[in-house]
């Protein structure tokens, strides 16, 4: 009963960091269930194929919403001997997952457009539909926002790719609103139909970028706007005894961030001088990116030719003048070569 407890414990432990954001994806998944609701009952008044596509998206949402949840949840769960790096890259899966279900939404709207230009339904009340359609889209926007800016501040992939998915579908309720406007008024129903086939393909292609992008992320591709802005942050609080840095890479597990580079440090100094100076860095960087950050900093003595971009003062150990100091940059930090001034 004691080892149960203290598995419990463990499990339960969450960070705030890691509530708040299952506590925003609970709020997302009851408010797109809501929606799902509201844009049937418009399908149901107005018999409307593209207001059918819009409410089919929404079961997509859903869908993708709770498997987000249970990602998130299975992502917090503490490291162990078969993760040593955690269970953050279920966030891929999750992605992978939510992209093939809003591939199969747009291929079964473009469909159903095609199929009603042979067998046309008979539409009715549009004013009732654009109203309904014109506030689904509107709460859309908010909370797709909302978790893009969540999940940018969290470092959560899922958070954000659902952010994006709820946008999209933002876009597909503008054009839905302008598409019923133009039938009410001119009552060329065919528009519905194209309508359906527009949406469907602008959803497929929101499907393929997510897939792509998790993709990406599990083959570990380099996120060159995480690494300008750490690179940022470091050049702008560098201290004088950070001679140089090389090898430095980025890895995303969920939202947890690995940093790991080759850091230059005066030869002579102690080993519990250099650790203070790799701590210092550490302290820094969670300062600006927050704290689920995992450091693995090698520390490299630094050999003669380093000295002309050393601006370490008064320095006995010096053989050659002080030129320049290098400013570091995507260009000259990544690769796994010391800095010099040839």
């Known amino acids: 009963m004691k080892d149960f407890n203290l598995c419990l414990c463990i499990v339960t432990n969450y960070s705030e960091a890691e509530k708040t954001k299952m506590r925003t994806m609970r709020t997302v998944l009851v408010f797109s269930i809501v929606l799902m609701a509201i844009k049937f009952t418009a399908y149901f008044i107005t018999h409307s194929v593209a207001v059918l596509s819009d409410a089919l998206e929404s079961i997509i949402n859903i869908a993708a919403g709770a498997f987000a949840l249970f990602s998130i949840y299975y992502a917090s769960q ?3 001997i078969d993760h040593p790096y955690g269970h953050g890259k279920i966030e891929n899966i999750s992605v992978q997952i939510e992209g093939v279900l809003i591939l199969f939404a747009g291929i079964s709207i473009i469909l159903k457009g095609i199929y009603s230009f042979f067998y046309p339904p008979e539409l009715e009340k549009l004013d009732s539909g654009l109203v309904l359609a014109g506030f689904a889209g509107l709460c859309n926007f908010i909370m797709g926002r909302y978790l893009i800016n969540k999940g940018k501040h969290y470092n959560s992939l899922i958070m954000i790719a659902d952010g994006k998915h709820l946008i999209s579908d933002t876009v597909s309720s503008i054009g839905l609103i302008v598409g019923l406007a133009v039938i009410y008024f001119t009552h060329i129903l065919w528009i519905d139909n194209v309508l359906a086939i527009i949406f469907g393909a602008v959803i497929l292609w929101t499907g ?76 820094i960087v969670r300062e600006n990116l927050g704290d689920e950050i995992e450091f693995f900093i090698h520390a490299d003595p630094c050999p003669t030719s380093s000295c002309p971009l050393c601006v370490v003062e008064n320095c006995v150990h010096r053989i050659s003048p002080f030129v320049k100091r290098l400013n570091w940059a995507i260009e000259n930090i990544i690769p796994d070569a010391k800095h010099k001034i040839s």
Do not use: C
């Open 78 to 80: 503490p490291k162990d």
């Open 208 to 283: 393929f970028k997510l897939i792509r992008e998790s993709i990406f992320n599990l083959l570990d591709k380099a996120d060159i706007e995480k690494l300008n802005q750490l690179i940022g942050i470091l050049n702008k609080n560098r201290r004088a005894k950070w001679i140089d840095m090389h090898n430095l890479r980025i890895l995303k597990y969920g939202s947890q961030l690995h940093i790991d580079a080759h850091l230059t440090l005066p030869w002579y100094e102690t080993l519990e001088q250099t650790h203070e100076e790799v701590r210092a860095m550490e302290k």
